[in-house]
Nanobody, 119 residues
Framework: QVQLVESGGGLAQAGGSLKLSCKGV???????????IGWYRQAPGSEREQVAT???????NYAESVKDRFTISRDNSRKTAYLQMNSLKPEDTAAYYC??????????WGQGTQVTVSS
């Protein structure tokens, strides 16, 4: 069973940066490489929303609210995906979750990491 472990959350000031990591634990490379990795976030009282995704072919997509501020990347040799968050805003405050989707549609979620941006 694949386990996704997020890290890198914390407290940042508005305008600051944080980098989140999502490591696929117990995932072999041949399993991890073709998957689509996504970062989602959920603020209190709000629905979970997609922030960014990156396919196995390294094609990235972003929500409009984070374009030009966040960058998603992946290092398949480390079975890890990243979310570099720059120019943070208080409205970026949320629990951030890593998601992995296999080509046959299986979905895995991490436990989440909290990001808090102060004004």
């Amino acid at each position: 069973q694949v386990q996704l472990v997020e890290s890198g959350g914390g407290l940042a000031q508005a305008g600051g940066s944080l980098k989140l990591s999502c490591k696929g634990v117990r995932a072999i490379t041949s399993f991890f490489n073709p998957t689509t990795i996504g970062w989602y976030r959920q603020a209190p009282g709000s629905e979970r929303e997609q922030v960014a995704t990156i396919t196995g072919d390294f094609i990235a997509n972003y929500a409009e609210s984070v374009k030009d501020r966040f960058t998603i990347s992946r290092d398949n040799s480390r079975k890890t995906a990243y979310l570099q968050m720059n120019s943070l805003k208080p409205e970026d405050t949320a629990a951030y979750y890593c998601n992995l989707v296999t080509r046959d549609g299986r979905t895995f979620w991490g436990q989440g990491t909290q990001v808090t941006v102060s004004s």
